[in-house]
Each structure stands twice: as structure tokens, then as C-alpha cells.
């Protein structure tokens, strides 16, 4: 089966620096991931995907980086505002099509 | 981008109790919802998918006498918490697909359920 797992469950990051969240996952046959923010009390927000035809895709601000030979993905987050303070999932669609496992989550604390 | 919502945010019952969820997409039609639930500190765990005109299928470990979803129309999913315990107590999230959009999953805001 599809497992996800995060090398960190805590991230402190200084105001202004950049924070890089990881993630790797079991399954080579997966082909869609995403990270999605989530606040305190509130439900995922999408923040970026990519399929497995791609090794980087960047939107505003973040990057994620794929790596399908070691099972990797990461999320960059350029210059980490306050706002960014959340917990951080990656998540995997997996071999069962429509499925989505979620990763255990990194808290992300942005230091002032 | 699609907007999914979930009614009632947040509800209190009593041990024994049943409680509704609703899951509602409001701008576009969801031929598949999926539930989640969330205990504190812990990652979102798929219960079940929810297909409309169709049973849901449950994940393993998952009782689907305990929890009962209906699709019954293409923008309203619901799941039935029956005979609620404290153990059940948690957040409870549930996401849609758009049919045309792509693989993206829409979350809804999540309903914290209290069982006292």
C-alpha cells in the first residue's frame, strides 16, 4: 500500500529566510502529488502540485521539487512570512486512482 | 478556485447520539466526495469515498454501519456519525473533485465533532 512520511514533525524558520519541508513516499507507481496548508481548525488549503512527467514546478513564492529516483518531494518557501505559520502536508494520490494519502504533516513557526 | 462547504462547523452531542454531517459543493457538481477524519496533532485519514448514485466505499478499518454516507445528488454528500461515542469525537473534513477539472481535490472548512 501507499505510505508517506515527513523527516520532520517541527520547523522553525527565521522571518524572511526560506523553509524547505520534505516528504517521501513508498510507492514508485504514484503519479500526482500536492501540498496543502492547513490552519489551525480549518481544512487543507491547496498550495501547489505536480505530476510525475515534471521534477520541479514553482507558483508564488514556492517550489516543489521532485524526486522520483529516491521517492522525494519538497516544498520551498521563498522568503517565509508570518502568514506561513501552519502545518504542512504532502500527500500522494495513490496506485488506486482518485485516492489521496496524506503525509503526517509538518508544523512550520516562523521565528520574528 | 471550486468552493466546498461543511455544515455545521462544529457540533456537541451527547454519547449515543447521532449526528449529521453535510458536505456540500456549491459551485460546481461532484460526482465523487471523499471523508476524512482528523484527531488533534494527527494527519487527515481517508474514511471513505463517496460516489454519487452509488454505495461509498469504506477504507479498511472503518465501520460502515457506524458510518453512514449518502450521495444522494450531485452537490451534497453526507456522513451520519451513528450512536456517537467519545472516541469519536474529532475533525472531520470532507473534499470533492470537479468531474472536468483535474486531479486537484476541493476541501471543505471541516466539522469538529465533540461527543460528550
Known amino acids: 500500500g501507499e505510505s508517506v512520511g515527513l523527516h520532520l514533525p517541527t520547523l522553525s524558520v527565521q522571518e524572511g529566510d526560506n523553509s524547505i519541508i520534505n516528504c517521501a513516499y513508498s510507492?514508485?507507481?504514484?503519479?500526482?502529488f500536492i501540498w496543502y496548508k492547513q490552519e489551525s481548525g480549518k481544512g487543507p488549503q491547496f498550495i501547489i502540485d505536480?505530476?510525475?512527467?515534471?521534477d520541479k514546478r514553482q507558483g508564488q513564492r514556492v517550489t516543489v521539487l521532485l524526486n522520483k529516483t529516491v521517492k522525494h518531494l519538497s516544498l520551498q518557501i521563498a522568503a517565509t512570512q508570518p502568514g506561513d505559520s501552519a502545518v504542512y502536508f504532502c500527500a500522494v494520490e495513490g496506485s488506486s486512482a482518485s485516492k489521496i494519502i496524506f503525509g503526517s504533516g509538518t508544523r512550520l513557526s516562523i521565528r520574528p | 478556485g471550486a468552493v466546498v462547504s461543511q455544515h455545521p462547523s462544529r457540533v456537541i452531542c451527547k454519547s449515543g447520539t447521532s449526528v449529521k454531517i453535510e458536505c456540500r459543493s456549491l459551485?460546481?457538481?461532484?460526482?465523487?466526495m471523499f471523508w476524512y477524519r482528523q484527531f488533534p496533532k494527527q494527519s487527515l485519514m481517508l474514511m471513505a469515498t463517496?460516489?454519487?448514485?452509488?454505495?461509498?466505499?469504506?477504507e479498511q478499518g472503518v465501520e460502515k454501519d457506524k458510518f453512514l454516507i449518502n450521495h444522494a445528488s450531485l452537490t451534497l454528500s453526507t456522513l451520519t456519525v451513528t450512536s456517537a461515542h467519545p472516541e469519536d469525537s474529532s475533525f472531520y473534513i470532507c473534499?470533492?473533485?470537479?468531474?472536468?477539472?483535474?486531479?486537484?481535490?476541493?476541501f471543505g472548512p471541516g466539522t469538529r465533532l465533540t461527543v460528550l
Open positions: 459551485d460546481f457538481q461532484a460526482t465523487t
Open positions: 463517496s460516489n454519487e448514485g452509488s454505495k461509498a466505499t469504506y
Open positions: 510507492n514508485s507507481a504514484s503519479d500526482y
Open positions: 473534499s470533492a473533485r470537479e468531474p472536468s477539472g483535474g486531479r486537484e481535490q476541493f
Open positions: 505536480i505530476r510525475s512527467n515534471m
